[in-house]
Every structure is written in C-alpha cells, then in structure tokens.
C-alpha cells in the first residue's frame, strides 16, 4: 500500500526568502509522484509531476521538486517566494500499473508574509 | 466551461436530512473521483469510477455513503441521514485514466450539518 507524508502542517516565510516543501512516501514499486496547490477558495490544481526521466521536474511558476529514489522523498522548492505563493500544497503519489487512485498527503499550508 | 463543475457550492442541511451532491466531469474523462476534504485532514478517498468497470467503494466510510454515475458522465454522492461528523468539503475529480494522468478537480461542495 501507498502512503504520503508531509512533514510540516504550515509553514510560514517572509516574501523573497527560499522555500521547501516535505514530501516523503511509501511504496513498493515504482512510483509516480505529484504535487497540487489550492489557493485559497479554490479548486486544487497541478503544479508539476514525476513519471520518469529526469529526477528534477520544475513548474512554470518556479517551483520545483526533486525525485529522491533512495531516500523516497519528493521535496517541493522555490528560491523566492511571493505572497501570490500563498496557498495549501498537497502531495500525492500513484503506483503506475496499479491502482489508479492517487494517495495524497494532508498538505502544508505555505504563508508568505510581506 | 470546460472544467469539473460541481454543485452545489455550499449546503447546509439538518442533521438526520438526505444531500446529494452533483459532478460533472471534463468531457471525454473516463476516470471520476470524489474525496472529501476536512479540516486538516488532507484529501480522504471515497470512491472511483473507470468507465464501464465496477467502481471501488472501498473509501467510502459508512454505508450511509453511495454514488453512482451515470452515462459514464455525470456523478451523485448521496449521504443518508447526515450527521455532524460529515460536515466537509467533497471534491469531485476527473482525469483520462492512467495512473499518470492528471487529475482536474472541482471547486468543491461545501457541506455543513447543523
């Protein structure tokens, strides 16, 4: 069976200042691996995933996540964070070949502070 | 539009009262989840729809719980007899299927039982 977990509930930043996101997983295959942001009042959507290839994925917005196969982490960063940043970030993970439901982490709420 | 639509938005219901909430997944999706989102619980699975296939139930928590959907379309969560403890926010998601797909999400049905 998959499990996420996100290490931090919140994690508050001054606006400018560098970021990261834990994310570690359990499985016993192979994986794929994502992360989603939902602003506030929003729907969750997106923001970069791991299938394969290279093990650093990056987002059009400047986050990126790194597939760490030895250590089964998929830490979320950013060098400079904006208060438009914002937002509770969840990340999921899915078994390709299996089960076709992601699991997904209770998420980490990110405020950026002026 | 051309996202998941989902109504309605917000409901307050009498405990002991019958909801049913609606989604209406992208176009074309083959796959639809529901999940529920309660307050620093992170996303809790419900249940799964693959086309024509037998949907896995096995997230939904009590058999006042169903959903169906029908035409490979539209989707109805129903909750019989709520109770407090049910008081979240249910998202419906759909994607094309494949463990690697990504999934679009919904705004989401604020429920309230009072």
């Known amino acids: 069976a998959q499990s996420v977990t996100q290490l931090d509930s919140q994690v508050p930043v001054f606006e400018e200042a560098p970021v990261e996101l834990r994310c570690n997983y359990s499985?016993?295959?192979?994986?794929?691996l994502f992360w989603y942001v939902q602003y506030p009042n929003q729907g969750l959507q997106l923001l970069l995933k791991y299938l394969s290839g290279s093990t650093l994925v990056e987002s059009i917005n400047g986050f990126e996540a790194e597939f760490n196969k030895s250590q089964t982490s998929f830490h979320l960063r950013k060098p400079s964070v904006h208060i438009s940043d914002t937002a509770e970030y969840f990340c999921?993970?899915?078994?390709?070949?299996?089960?076709?439901?992601?699991?997904f982490g209770r998420g980490t709420s990110l405020i950026v502070h002026p | 539009g051309a996202g998941v639509s989902q109504s309605p938005s917000n409901k307050v219901t009498e405990k002991g009262k019958d909801v049913e909430l609606r989604c209406d997944p992208i176009s074309g999706h083959t796959a639809l989840y529901w999940y529920r989102q309660s307050l620093g619980q992170g996303l809790e699975f419900l249940i799964y729809f693959q086309g024509n296939s037998a949907p896995d139930k096995s997230g939904l928590p009590s058999d006042r719980f169903s959903a169906e959907r029908t035409g490979g379309s539209v989707s109805t969560l129903t909750i019989q007899r709520t109770q407090q403890e049910d008081s979240a926010v249910y998202l419906c998601?759909?994607?094309?299927?494949?463990?690697?797909?990504?999934?679009?999400f919904g705004e989401g049905s604020w429920l309230t039982v009072v």
């Open positions: 998601a759909s994607s094309g299927g494949g463990a690697g797909n990504t999934i679009y």
């Open positions: 499985s016993s295959v192979s994986v794929y």
């Open positions: 999921a993970v899915s078994e390709p070949g299996g089960s076709y439901i992601p699991t």
